[in-house]
């Protein structure tokens, strides 16, 4: 049918069937041809399509296109105004499934270019090159919140093993840099960088995943992150990722960590999660006494169906503490086994500084303690059954408060001269017995040997006291006086303020 006389869609639209016609058809002609169109324009509504796990619905092309062939080759330029358009996109599988919704893909200056002197399948004759955009109207997942998506990069390769390079970009904030090979049938991988900073950074995650934590919050330093996801056909998602922090420092629910320094190493395959701590060091750990610098190398391998059911492994966990130190031993730590225990040694920590950190006025004393405080640690909380801390030999020198010692061991003869013997008591023995329940109360259970010189012309005298100290309370008194941060005393006074609203009570200025 002849083209002349057609109003100009149609005769576009015959010159495309033409050409459709020549690469069908070349290998059988033999003659020399060449054919150009300089600017085609159409709109079609094109069928759904159900292929390799995925479901494109609603799918709508307007295409602006120059046009040239020839014997060897067909090259297709689309121009401005070409846009392909999918009302909804499914990922068909049983779990967490992906849903992307008004998609909408700029072809601009992207060229289809089609080999007709080559052996193969059309997809493999065809190859594609240019800029790209992707703007998604929402995204959908189980782990992400509902977002606006945008790609901007380029693509290339032939459409049996295309690659794709660019940024990505969320409406929260969120920045990747992502580069993507998908070989038909064979695999698809995708390699995804961003670095995270400051509390700008905390709220772009914060409003992009569903379980980031509400508590954490991100002030100081810089997170670089690298993930590498690889899916093949019948298998399910592996993934392999990698955290390097570089002074990073911020908040954790009412816990300040600063000078966080370090690697983590993530791996999801099969069935499996692994995580690896590398040369981690953090600064400090202050929830109201400074623990720190906090050093730690350790793995963590768990089932994919049940992440917080996996067995840590330490391999070293040390702390500084008031001048002393703090240690896991080595070991595995099965954390489906309820409760696990987790013993922590103490090594010379100064018992000046213990007395320096409680918020009493006239508390003071010399000497070094070391010992074990084994905790119990279980879906209700954690606790210690006896623990023992004790001082080293030779002693040292105690000075307690009587109006402290009065309020907690009441006023009775034998209590007087207790109080009496602590104001200035030179001791050679100080034991003690630590219990903590997951109420938050603690129970210290004191020996104490030694001697007062101003007491009864400082005749050798033992003590056994049994003290309980409400832990929650006290980091609350000492997070309010202003010694772990500032953000630390904000976000305990809203609590308390939101506490007391609920209950009706006073709140605490």
């Known amino acids: 049918m002849p083209c002349d006389g057609l109003l100009p869609w149609k005769s576009r639209a015959c010159l495309t069937v033409l050409l459709m016609c020549a690469v069908i058809t070349q290998p059988v002609l033999a003659m020399n041809w060449s054919l150009m169109l300089q600017q085609g324009q159409f709109g079609l509504a094109l069928p759904d399509v159900h292929s390799g796990g995925w479901s494109f ?5 307007d295409v602006v296109t120059a046009v040239d ?48 002197g080559t052996p193969g399948t059309l997809p493999e004759r065809s190859s594609i090159t240019g800029h790209m955009a ?24 032939p459409l049996t093993d295309v690659r794709v390079n660019g940024q990505l970009r ?22 995804v960088m961003m670095a995270l900073g400051g509390e700008r950074g905390t709220k772009a995650m914060a409003a992009t995943f569903v379980d980031w934590p509400g508590a954490l919050q991100l002030n100081a330093g810089r997170i670089q992150a690298e993930a590498r996801v690889h899916q093949t056909p019948d298998q399910p998602l592996a993934l392999h990722g990698q955290f390097d922090f570089d002074g990073v420092g911020g908040l954790i629910d009412r816990t300040a960590v600063s000078g966080l320094n370090g690697r983590l190493l993530l791996s999801l395959e099969q069935d499996a999660l692994v995580a690896r701590a590398r040369d981690v060091v953090i600064g400090q750990v202050n929830s109201g006494i400074g623990i720190g610098p906090v050093r730690l190398l350790a793995e963590y391998r768990a089932p994919r169906a049940e992440l917080a059911a996996g067995v840590l492994d330490i391999q070293q966990a040390t702390a500084g503490f008031l001048d002393g130190r703090l240690r896991v031993a080595p070991g595995s730590f099965d954390l489906a086994r309820q409760p696990w225990r987790l013993p922590i040694d103490v090594y010379e920590v100064s018992l000046a500084k213990l007395l320096q950190v409680y918020p009493t006025e006239g508390l003071a004393g010399s000497g070094t303690l070391s010992g ?24 040292g020198l105690l000075r307690l408060p009587a109006e402290r010692l009065q309020a907690m061991l009441g006023s009775s003869q034998a209590m ?18 630590i219990d903590y329940d997951n109420t938050g109360k603690l129970v210290l259970g004191l020996r104490l040997e030694g001697e007062n010189p101003d007491v009864r012309g400082g005749q050798p005298v033992v003590l056994n006291i049994n003290l309980e100290e409400d832990i929650p309370a006290l980091l609350t008194s000492l997070q309010l006086s202003g010694r772990v941060n500032e953000a ?12 007391g609203q609920k209950s009706g009570q006073e709140t605490v200025p």
């Open 57 to 61: 619905i609603g799918l709508h092309a």
């Open 69 to 116: 062939a020839d014997n060897d080759v067909a090259r297709i330029r689309f121009k401005p105004g070409s846009r392909l358009r999918a009302a909804r996109i499914v990922q068909d599988t049983a779990d967490e499934g992906l849903q992307l919704d008004d998609v909408r893909v700029d072809l601009t200056d992207v060229t289809l270019t089609v080999g007709l």
């Open 134 to 157: 992707v703007d998604i109207g929402a995204l959908h997942h189980p782990r992400l919140k509902s977002l606006g998506w945008q790609l901007d990069g380029t693509v290339s390769g």
């Open 170 to 191: 969320s409406d929260s904030g969120l920045a990747a840099e992502v580069t993507a090979r998908h070989r038909v049938g064979a695999f698809l991988v995708a390699n």
């Open 372 to 395: 074990r405080v084994p905790l119990k640690v279980s879906g209700s909380g954690v606790e210690v059954e006896q623990g023992r801390v004790s001082a080293m030999a030779p002693g």
């Open 416 to 433: 007087e001269l207790v109080v009496e013997a602590l104001q200035n008591f030179h001791y050679s023995v100080l034991d003690s017995t």
């Open 488 to 499: 630390v005393t904000e976000r305990v006074r809203e609590r308390l303020q939101q506490s």
